[in-house]
């Protein structure tokens, strides 16, 4: 359309406006369609609107209301594209664009209430509505709508690839007048926050409406009890002990890997459902063959069951025993857990062992002395003494003997107990490596001396040593006595002092017969002598006892022994620095 | 009429049981009373001295009693010897049923005083059915 045409069209409508009758006029011109209409105010005065309100092919219903002067309107249509419609009515025009007002804001309440986010775009791609649940999900400016905006945010797929600017739903819809129906894409808003959103959006004549949902709090949680179930789970597995969830049917529907061997059933077989176990045939601890598992004794009865032993014979024919508990859930399931405890088992039966032999040789021990000391009582008290003060003599000291030698295995008895439970109490003090020694020496001196064998302390040292001397005093004393012990006549006794390192030792060498073999490697353990008979005077304890102070003393002790040179015996304590 | 236990030998490591046993049996029991204090003196001793009866310590260092029992029942001369194990290993040796080729278990501690009836009850046991 020319220029001249365009003040001829506008004239035509001026002119049908200007007829008081006419109120409203809808004309085509090219592509776009106009409404012009007036508005009695309240003043009576008029006032016109121009609206664009469309484009052709766009659906457009306006009422015709009245009836045209026919000359004027063929007039104006002679000017014109086209006149699609004119109204006289201006108050019924006036109540319907009322009415619309008042659609349009019950339509805006509506909208401002809702939790989800909706945003109205025109076909521009400009923001044209948005309500406050979008504005707080998407960050976006108030002051956007109306104008062209910069676009969407940034936007991530689940996956963390971004989303191009055409991807985002609201462009498909208004461009590609396509649907998208809850999409989750992540969004990081203007501040900088991400935001997890499921977004629709659908293509409409005027633009497009969005409409989001804020997923973040609750994909976030997913996300919290996801990661609490992994953390779980992984504790789960973790655990020594087997823990099995049986389904109603008593099938294994999840399991820990300790659960694996003792079921017969893998983690990787219940991925698909829950399968039946295939645990092989379990024993009490007499031995007779279970009809009843815990599991399945809890499920018939609904009661937990703890604390079942069962053995079960693994694939390479070792007994292994299980500790076992199952605890019925309130749907019929059952979980229940298997501890191999076979090690600890066969531990405590080697302790209980180890007692029974403990209390049976020391009661051996006891009744050798009580069977001369009671026995020389009963003589005496036989009469047997009587007139013969030798005898009586005799047999009293066989009394004493007897009684010591019980005194001192009482003693030794308590001494072990009380330095291998921890129950002494060390009173340590600085010492010169050399005067432990010498007293050591000293005090075997006299016995030595009544047996013709020499003992002496060798080189002096000035290495110090920060201990209990009474301790020290002690095991020297036993080694010195045992020395002693298996020397003849003319034998000598040496203690030696080295410095090694950090540490000093004590050595007390002998020229008796030295260990037997055989008998070595059992040499510092309780009730064990060479000499079965305990002839040659102690029970056996004096070497274990050596042993566990020096532990104590957070030293060490130990031998070397030569049938020919005889035998070595030391103790290292912890050098005391100069 | 069997005649009564008269000579014994009583082998022991202890010195002072050996010493209470042969006291006992000597001076209470009026028996003749030899005494080893090891299993390889024992059998000399038996070469040496008629033997009614071997009273053994079961545990002995050297040659130990089950050891030198063995010795006396190999030694055709005192096959039939009867021996008497003394034990403070109860446990190990019952009383109600002693190991083969032994005639009794006596457990230690007992009482010297009637140590020679018992053996004599023993003795006569013995011979009234020769095991």
Redesign the interface.
């Known amino acids: 359309m020319n220029a001249e045409g365009a003040r001829r069209l506008e004239r035509a409508v001026r002119r049908l406006a200007a007829q008081a009758s006419v109120s409203a006029v809808v004309v085509r011109r090219g592509d776009d369609v106009l409404l012009d209409h007036r508005i009695r105010e309240a003043d009576a005065s008029y006032h016109w609107l121009e609206r664009d309100i469309g484009r052709s092919g766009a659906t457009l219903s306006v009422q015709h209301h009245g009836a045209l002067d026919p000359g004027e309107l063929n007039d104006a249509i002679a000017w014109c594209d086209d006149v699609l419609a004119a109204s006289a009515d201006v108050q019924e025009l006036a109540a319907a664009r009322d009415e619309a007002a008042k659609q349009e804001a019950l339509l805006r309440s509506v909208l401002m209430t809702l939790t989800d986010g909706v945003l109205l775009y025109d076909r521009e791609m400009q923001l044209v509505e948005c309500n406050e649940s979008a504005v707080r999900m998407l960050g976006v400016d108030r002051g956007e709508i109306g104008r062209a905006g910069d676009g969407p945010p940034r936007a991530y797929r689940p996956d963390g690839t971004a989303l191009s600017r055409e991807e985002w739903p609201a462009y498909r819809a208004v461009w590609g007048r396509e649907w998208t129906n809850g999409e989750l894409l992540q969004f990081r808003r203007r501040d900088g926050q991400l935001r997890w959103l499921l977004i629709s959006a659908a293509p409409v004549s005027a633009g497009a409406v969005v409409s989001i949902a804020d997923l973040t709090e609750f994909h976030e949680a997913r996300a919290a009890s996801e990661d609490h179930l992994r953390t779980w789970q992984a504790l789960v597995d973790a655990l020594h002990e087997g823990v099995v969830l049986f389904d109603v049917q008593g099938r294994v529907e999840q399991l820990n890997a300790a659960a694996e061997e003792v079921l017969g059933v893998r983690q990787a077989d219940v991925r698909d459902g829950p399968v039946e176990p295939n645990a092989p045939p379990a024993v009490d601890e007499q031995l007779r063959p279970v009809s009843e598992l815990p599991f399945q004794a809890a499920r018939r009865s609904g009661r937990p069951v703890t604390g079942v032993v069962l053995g079960i014979r693994n694939r390479r024919g070792g007994m292994r025993w299980y500790l076992n508990s199952a605890v019925p859930l309130p749907d019929g399931r059952v979980v229940a857990s298997t501890m191999d405890f076979t090690s600890v088992k066969s531990a405590t039966e080697e302790m209980e062992q180890r007692k029974d032999e403990f209390i049976?040789t020391l009661?051996?021990?006891m009744?050798?002395?009580?069977?001369?000391?009671?026995?020389?009582l009963?003589?005496l008290?036989?009469g047997?003494g009587e007139g013969n003060p030798a005898?009586t003599d005799?047999?009293v000291k066989?009394c004493t003997?007897?009684a010591t030698r019980l005194t001192r295995l009482v003693n030794d008895v308590l001494d072990l107990e009380r330095i291998t439970g921890g129950g002494i109490s060390l009173k340590p003090s600085v010492h010169r490596v050399h005067d432990l020694v010498r007293h050591a020496v000293e005090a075997i001196a006299p016995a030595a001396r009544i047996k013709g064998v020499a003992v002496l302390a060798g080189k002096e040292s000035d290495d110090l040593v920060l201990t209990d001397p009474d301790r020290v005093a002690q095991v020297l004393g036993n080694f010195l006595a045992n020395a002693v012990q298996q020397s003849e006549a003319g034998n000598r006794v040496e203690v030696t002092t080295t410095r090694v390192g950090n540490e000093v030792r004590m050595a007390v060498r002998d020229e008796g017969p030295g260990v037997p073999p055989a008998f070595r490697p059992r040499l510092f353990t309780r009730f064990a002598q060479a000499?079965?008979?305990?002839?040659r005077g102690g029970a056996g304890l004096g070497l274990s006892i050596c042993k566990a102070l020096a532990l104590a003393l957070s030293g060490e002790v130990g031998f070397e022994s030569h049938p020919v040179r005889g035998s070595v015996f030391w103790l290292t304590l912890p050098a005391y620095p100069t | 009429m069997i005649r009564p236990l008269t000579t014994v030998l009583c082998v022991d490591d202890d010195p002072d049981i050996l010493a209470v046993v042969s006291l006992a049996l000597r001076s209470l029991g009026g028996l003749e009373v030899h005494v080893a204090s090891e299993g390889r003196t024992a059998l000399g001793v038996l070469e040496r001295a008629a033997i009614d009866m071997v009273l053994l310590d079961v545990m002995m260092p050297g040659m130990d009693g089950p050891e030198t029992l063995q010795a006396i029942r190999a030694n055709p001369a005192t096959s039939t010897l009867p021996v008497v194990f003394m034990t403070a290993r109860v446990q190990l040796y019952g009383q109600a049923n002693p190991p083969a080729g032994v005639l009794a278990v006596i457990a230690k501690p007992f009482d010297p005083v009637s140590l020679t009836s018992r053996l004599q009850r023993l003795w006569a046991e013995f011979h009234a059915s020769p095991a």
């Open positions: 049976s009661s051996h021990e009744r050798t002395p009580l069977t001369s000391l009671a026995g020389a009963a003589l008290q036989a047997l005898q005799g047999l066989i003997r007897s000499d079965p008979s305990g002839a």
